[in-house]
C-alpha cells in the first residue's frame, strides 16, 4: 500500500505535465505533494526496518516467531510508525510554508522537491538545512543503524549453519529486502545529505528517480 501510494504522489502528475505540455503546480500543491512523498518516504524507511526485523526474529528465533511476532505487535508498530512519519513530515512542510520565493520559480526537477525549494528561496533557509541535516537524519539513520544490527545478527547465525544449501537458503530469503535498503538509502543520502551547494539538477533528479519510482 505504502509502495503504491508513494508512486502515485509523483508519477500520474510528471505525466500530466508530460502529455498536457503544462509544468505549472500551485505552491499550495506542491506542498501537499512534498507533504505525501516525504510521508510515504519515512513509511518506506521504517518499514524497511521492521521487516529487517521480521527476518531476523525468522532466522535466529525460527521457533519462538509466532510469539515474537505477533499480530497485536504488527498492528502497534504500523500505527505508531505513521504518527511519527506524519508528524516528521508536517514539522518540515511548516518550516517550508513560510519561505519567500521572489525571484525565479521554476523547479528543476521532476515534483516539489525540498532541495530545488531551498535553493529556489530567497528567505533564510538555514534552520530548514540544520533540521533536514539533524532531525532528518535520525528519522533515517535510526531504522537503517536497527537494519544493519538485524543483518549482522542474521550473518552470525546463518554461518552457523553446517551445509551450503542451508545458508544459501537462508540467505536467498533476504536478497530482495537487502537489494532494496542499498538503493533505498545510497540515494536519499546522496540527496539530502549533502550541502545545498554540492548538488546539481541532473545528478539529483537520477537518484530521486531511483529512490521514488524504482524502489517501490
Not at 78 to 94: E, I, M, Q, R
Not at 105 to 120: E, G, R, S, Y
Not at 150 to 161: A, G, N, Q, R
Amino acid at each position: 500500500f505504502v509502495d503504491i501510494c508513494f508512486s502515485f504522489t509523483t508519477v500520474p502528475k510528471m505525466l500530466a505535465n508530460h502529455i498536457l505540455e503544462t509544468q505549472t503546480i500551485s505552491f499550495c500543491g506542491c506542498l501537499t505533494q512534498m507533504y505525501f512523498v516525504f510521508m510515504f518516504v519515512d513509511m518506506d524507511n521504517f518499514l524497511l526496518a521492521v521487516m529487517a526485523y521480521d527476518h531476523f526474529v525468522a532466522v535466529c528465533h525460527p521457533l519462538h516467531y509466532t510469539a515474537k511476532v505477533t499480530h497485536q505487535l504488527c498492528a502497534l508498530l504500523v500505527a505508531g510508525l505513521w504518527v511519527v512519519a506524519n508528524l516528521n513530515v508536517l514539522l518540515h512542510t511548516l518550516l517550508m510554508a513560510p519561505l519567500s520565493f521572489c525571484a525565479d520559480n521554476a523547479i528543476t526537477h521532476f515534483f516539489c522537491d525540498v532541495t530545488p525549494l531551498l535553493k529556489l528561496s530567497c528567505s533564510d533557509t538555514h534552520l530548514n538545512e540544520v533540521i533536514i541535516l539533524s532531525e532528518g537524519a535520525l528519522v533515517m539513520i535510526t531504522p537503517f543503524l536497527c537494519i544493519l544490527a538485524s543483518y549482522m545478527h542474521i550473518t552470525c547465525t546463518v554461518l552457523k549453519v553446517p551445509s551450503t544449501k542451508g545458508r544459501w537458503k537462508a540467505f536467498s530469503t533476504c536478497g530482495s529486502h537487502l537489494a532494496v535498503v542499498l538503493l533505498f538509502y545510497s540515494t536519499i543520502i546522496a540527496v539530502y545529505f549533502n550541502p545545498l551547494s554540492s548538488h546539481s539538477a541532473e545528478k539529483d533528479t537520477m537518484a530521486t528517480v531511483l529512490y521514488t519510482v524504482v524502489t517501490p
